[in-house]
């Protein structure tokens, strides 16, 4: 893989950038400031960033949020020392496929990085066989009738919506629409009747709790899945009450993931 690293301390810089190359992964870059990062990252692309919360010139979270605004292909590594307590659950919904908080040992790098590694390797490949699936066929013939259960994705984060898409068109499931806020994923809910709503909690103009009554309203049948960067007991029973039937915790990952839904479908 190839990585950036951007982090101010030099040690840190060296240090991952020793580990990582030692494990087989090119490192294209090391900077140590928050300004030029998304530069860096159109010049040198990268298919992992770790970056630092903590940065000189800009905020990890803000170059966080771009990053997976503008090049969703990209994984970001969250880092950080910060002992704020909502830092994970942020840097989840921002779209982070992985997060270490320091201080940490070297083996729990190389299993962040495999585990980040390997869950968009199996998203890419479901991807990479869903765009050649959608190709229109070469006869004239009508294409066979579709009878995988119906997904729609709600997240305004388009890294984590990509994710998504691939890992559970992996395990068998038909997305028809995607949403990037509240009120869209009540109107693809209404439109497509889907058999499952996967619906992140933080989204604009309609927060996924607001939305979960309206969806359940529109489409009674559906069963609606929270994704949160944290499930707290209040979360989970302010959506247990609303109707939901569970919830994904981001950064997702993919045996959880197969797990949950062979168990929503009795599989």
């Not at 301390?9 to 992964?25: E, F």
């Amino acid at each position: 893989m190839r990585i950036l690293i951007v982090d101010d301390n030099a040690s840190m810089r060296i240090l991952l950038s020793t580990l990582l190359a030692d494990r087989g992964h090119q490192i294209v870059g090391s900077l140590a400031e928050g300004n030029g990062v998304m530069e860096a990252v159109d010049r040198l692309t990268p298919d992992i960033v770790c970056l630092d919360y903590q940065l000189p010139g800009r905020d990890g979270l803000d170059i966080l949020e771009e990053i997976n605004n503008a090049r969703p292909e990209i994984d970001v590594l969250f880092m950080t020392a910060s002992e704020e307590p909502e830092i994970e659950r942020k840097a989840a919904d921002a779209g982070a496929a992985g997060f270490l908080r320091k201080p940490f040992g070297q083996k729990q790098v190389i299993d962040e990085i495999q585990d980040v590694v390997a869950t968009r390797e199996q998203a890419s490949a479901a991807n990479q066989q869903n765009e050649l699936a959608a190709q229109p066929p070469t006869e004239a013939s009508a294409p066979p009738a579709d009878h995988r259960p119906r997904v729609v994705i709600a997240d305004d984060n388009s890294s984590i919506r990509l994710l998504l898409k691939g890992l559970l068109s992996e395990l068998g499931l038909n997305i028809v629409g995607q949403a990037t806020n509240g009120e869209e994923a009540v109107k693809a809910a209404q439109t497509h009747q889907p058999a499952v709503l996967f619906l992140d909690v933080n989204m604009p103009l309609l927060s996924g709790l607001e939305a979960l009554p309206r969806i359940r309203q529109v489409s009674p049948k559906t069963a609606v899945v929270m994704v949160t960067g944290s499930a707290s007991r209040e979360l989970v029973e302010q959506a247990a009450a609303g109707g939901a039937r569970g919830y994904v915790v981001k950064p997702v990952r993919p045996a959880y993931l197969e797990a949950f839904v062979k168990k929503l479908f009795n599989r």
